[in-house]
């Protein structure tokens, strides 16, 4: 055996983006571990990034390009797979238009700094209004509520909680998921150390996680019902004048119309519709108003929801009426050293944002952050007319579980024309496609976090190099995103994307520079393809060297050569220098959302189902894709039916035995846990699971395949703000199997 080497690289797994120290002896890894110099991760890992071992030794995972001939995968070269995309793709525009092409992007897309940089060109080259991503299965209330409030669906504020003396969190469970529009490594620590300075830790969650377990109050709530809470508290606030703006003050408008909004939601109003009582939603804002310093968080429970804009908008009208908002222990925004965009253009105002610029063909859904609603896409494949999606390219996702309704969207992909997916597994969705395109193993690609940065507990800048060398012939996801852009266009499949990538540099740096582009590209030119791109946006962020005038600053080669990263400070109060609403403040009060409230009153009397479903994340999970990796996959079955004791009780259900859950939209078969704790009346189940669909090839996975929780839900139900799914709360009956 040769000596090891040790080798660090930013965990690409989760929104934590902990830093790992990975050991190489003869071209193998042979440990994991976190890197405990890492500046901000400190050593923290989960089960997670061990198993990147795992994934880069999976034997499924694809190596070469795939291309379907007679119903069957075969191997082929690039040259073969990008061939066999000319010959089909073009024609299919040329015959129908660009939108007839539509785009999935999924998760890891945001975790991998070649797609993220580069999936925005291929979407650029197809012109398709027909473009849908993981964002509107997640997060898209938060993006559309921070949009219209502070100008860039970007700026979105993180609980400071490492000076923090009160954090109250909805709808999140990051023991489970280490955080999310958070990205908070070690939140054990992190909220252990918050409650060993005297702080609190509330939970408001239908069912008692490990989050809650650690909390120091936990409060059940009827799924999708946070709305009705929020509003409570918004009220006891204006009630008791508890409403303190604090030195943002001057920044805020819209206060009196959010008074007179939240009217008729007095906390005895809300009590029953959201399962909390009235005394305990008058003492949870007092809290929060006495605490010297706090912040309110919610995260997937929130956004998932028939209401995830309403809801996710009052958790920061809740920060900002009790003075939260940019202040240290508060809900504050992290300073990104590159590509944040509320660093970039006139600081203090902007043009805001604006939604429903297009409208999806057959629902008329509006267009949110230039996309249209995952569970639109089903329907656009299936509804002839101008405009149907004939092709489909999937970016590192698999809608087919992840989205509601997998198996009406699967018999839709069955009638494409022609489908390419990038992916690394012929999978759920995947095995669909004519062409699937591979990735390198993350241990072969350089990385640098474009998003997370933007919602880190602190400041900070890391770069990781490949740890093993690109395999021979294999392409870096930039460069097959190029190639696809380079045929949509009629550049043809020959193309250079090299070169096309230099001319693409060279109009950045022009809109960048102007007249003084020549410098910035010379001063790049030994870098090529994202790290280019890297480079500059460090130069030119807010703590760049600026090409030199302010030689101190950060450029690549400082950051490349930093052992764990380099640390840029705790946050610091950015209002009003961050926001970019035209009117230069902060918009308490935006009127599609006033209007929007018209919908929780009409719901305020609505009694609950006898049984509802609602989600739940494995620390040894992670969506649709990791349960083939052995380290992961071992240990108890984690796709289980969590239900009450008297539920169990009422419903026959047994310990151990299956269950059948069903409703209209589908029937699931799960293992039964009775689990005190859960709220009655509500049964949790994990999602990304029903790996026993047939041509996925998932060896481990389909050992112990688990039910599709998205078999059950409905693919119309959406918040009509943002188009994102309800992906909880949806009805459902349990009998024994
Ligand atoms: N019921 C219910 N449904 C949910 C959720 C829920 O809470 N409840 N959560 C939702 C959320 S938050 C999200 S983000 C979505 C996630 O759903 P998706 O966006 O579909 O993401 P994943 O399920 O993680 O699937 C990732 C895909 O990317 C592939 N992949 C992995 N690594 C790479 C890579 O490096 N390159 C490429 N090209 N491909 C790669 C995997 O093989 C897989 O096909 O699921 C949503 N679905
Ligand atoms: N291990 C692991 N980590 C992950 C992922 C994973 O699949 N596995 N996925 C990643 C992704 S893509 C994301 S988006 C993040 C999500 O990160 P989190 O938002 O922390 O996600 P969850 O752990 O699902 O926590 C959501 C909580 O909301 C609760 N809940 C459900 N409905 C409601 C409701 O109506 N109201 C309230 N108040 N609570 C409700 C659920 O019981 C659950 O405890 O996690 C990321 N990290
Ligand atoms: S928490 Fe786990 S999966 Fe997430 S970044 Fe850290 S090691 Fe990776
Ligand atoms: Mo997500």
Redesign the pocket.
Known sequence: MTEATVHHRI????????G?EIKVADNKVIAIR?HDEDVF?AG??????VALKDLHEDPDRLRTPLVKRDGQFVEATWDEAFAEIERRLPPLIAAHGRDAVAMTLGNPAAHKFGLLLYGPQLMKALGTKNIFSASTLDQMPKHVSCGFMFGNMLSIPVPDIVRSDYLLMLGANPMAS?GSLWTV?DFRGKAKALRARGGKLVVIDPRRTETAALADEHHFIRPGADVFLLLGMVHTLFDEGLVRLGRLGPFVAGVDAVQSAVQAFSPETVAKRCGIAAADIRRLARDLAGAQRAAVYGRIGTCTQEYGTLASWLVDVLNVLTGRLDEPGGAMFPKAAAFAANTAGTPGSGRGVATGRHKSRVSGAPEVFGELPMTCLAEEIETPGAGQVRALITVASNPVLSSPNGPRLAAALDQLDFMVSMDIYVNETSRHANVILPAPSPLEDVHYDIAFPQMSWRNHARFSDAVFALPEGQLPEWVTLLKLAAIVRGQGAQADAVQIDDEHFAREAGKHFGEHAARAIEATSHLKGPRRMLDMALRIGPHGDQFGRKPEGLNLAKVQAAQGGIDLGELTPRVPEMLRTPSGKIELAPATFLADLSRPARDLANAAPPMVIIGRRDVRS?NSWMHNLPLLAKGPERCTALVHPDDAKRLGLRDGAMAHISNANGRIEARVQVSADMMPGVVSLPHGWGHNLPGARLSVAAERPGANLNDLLDEDRRDPLSGNAVLGGVAVELLPA
């Open positions: 965990c690409p797994l989760c929104e934590a983006c902990c790992l976190g991760s923290y890992i989960c089960p997670k990034g280490n490594p992670n």
